[in-house]
């Protein structure tokens, strides 16, 4: 753009970072923002979600809840898209207390969780062996009326068993068996 003379705006570098999310590069999304404030343009959500997905990808929880943090700094509001891709950053570097944090804020932001929110939460439940969160949250996504994924219940049914909790586990699949008979 500057060899065309074209000064780049925040819908350009928006549009910049998610193209360095799709492309697997999270170093250039994170040097695009410092770039555009460096040049006095404040991102927008829609960028510092691309960001957030972009570190996601990256296995990089760290920037991801820095740029969340960032966010909330420049007085705007993370979306649904964002917190997931923190949810599920936090997921993939072994962060499930963090994870859990982040479903609390968005519901604390009025933002209801969804079916990408939970299964990320769940996941990083089961990369710390947390049974009792996992099945909580299988359990308001079947209140909330979410289309629940069966690989789910079976991710908490064997956290159950390797925590000692068969009882627990036979129990989620009793939960499967009812919602697939219609019972």
Not at 21 to 35: D, V
Not at 136 to 164: H, I, N, P
Request: aromatic share 8%; charged share 20%.
């Amino acid at each position: 753009m500057w060899e065309a003379k074209l000064v780049p705006n925040v819908i350009s570098y928006s549009a910049g970072i998610s193209a360095c999310e799709k492309g697997g590069q999270w170093q250039r999304a994170l040097a695009l923002l410092t770039e555009m404030s460096e040049a006095k343009l404040v991102p927008c959500v829609i960028g510092y979600s691309a960001g957030i997905s972009a570190c996601e990808k990256g296995g990089q929880w760290q920037p991801a809840l820095a740029l969340l943090s960032e966010m909330r700094e420049a007085k705007l509001e993370p979306d649904i898209i964002g917190y997931n891709a923190g949810v599920s950053a936090c997921e993939k570097g072994g962060q499930w207390q963090r994870a859990l944090a982040l479903l609390s804020e968005m519901r604390e932001a009025k933002l209801e969780p969804d079916i990408i929110s939970y299964s990320a939460g769940i996941s990083a439940c089961e990369n710390g062996g947390q049974w009792q969160h996992a099945v909580s949250m299988l359990r308001t996504m079947r209140l909330r009326k979410l289309d629940v994924d069966f690989m789910l219940y079976g991710a908490a049914a064997s956290m159950c068993e390797q925590g000692g909790q068969g009882s627990h586990a036979r129990s989620l699949f009793e939960e499967v068996r009812d919602f697939v008979t219609g019972e």
